[in-house]
């Protein structure tokens, strides 16, 4: 059974940083592709960031230059570091993991609230 646990989300002032995790368990980490996506009230759920199994990243051209998505193999986990956030960040922001039957995975979710 996988699971996708987040972790790491919270409310930061603007300008200010985050890492979220996700730690992902009951599958072959590494050979799966990774993203982070995000839900903001009354908005669709849109992909921020991805890695692929071979360690290729993409963000969206919103978050280029702030956030970057990494993963650790060896600890079954992905991160998405977020610097100089806006208030335009806030949103729930879900790990999505897809495997190579295209599949798709999610975590329950880790709000992001950027606000003074």
């Known amino acids: 059974q996988v699971q996708l646990v987040e972790s790491g989300g919270g409310l930061v002032q603007p300008g200010g940083s985050l890492r979220l995790s996700c730690a992902a368990s009951?599958?072959?980490?590494?050979?799966?592709?990774m993203a982070w996506y995000r839900q903001a009230p009354g908005k669709e759920r849109e992909l921020v960031a991805l890695?692929?199994?071979?360690?290729?990243?993409n963000c969206i051209h919103s978050v280029k230059g702030r956030f970057t998505i990494s993963r650790d193999n060896a600890k079954n986990t992905v991160y998405l570091q977020m610097n100089s956030l806006k208030p335009e960040d806030t949103a729930v922001y879900y790990c999505?993991?897809?495997?190579?039957?295209?599949?798709?995975?999610w975590g329950q979710g880790t709000q992001v609230t950027v606000s003074s």
């Open positions: 999505n993991l897809r495997d190579p039957y295209s599949k798709d995975y």
């Open positions: 009951g599958i072959i980490f590494s050979i799966n592709h």
């Open positions: 890695i692929t199994r071979s360690g290729t990243t």
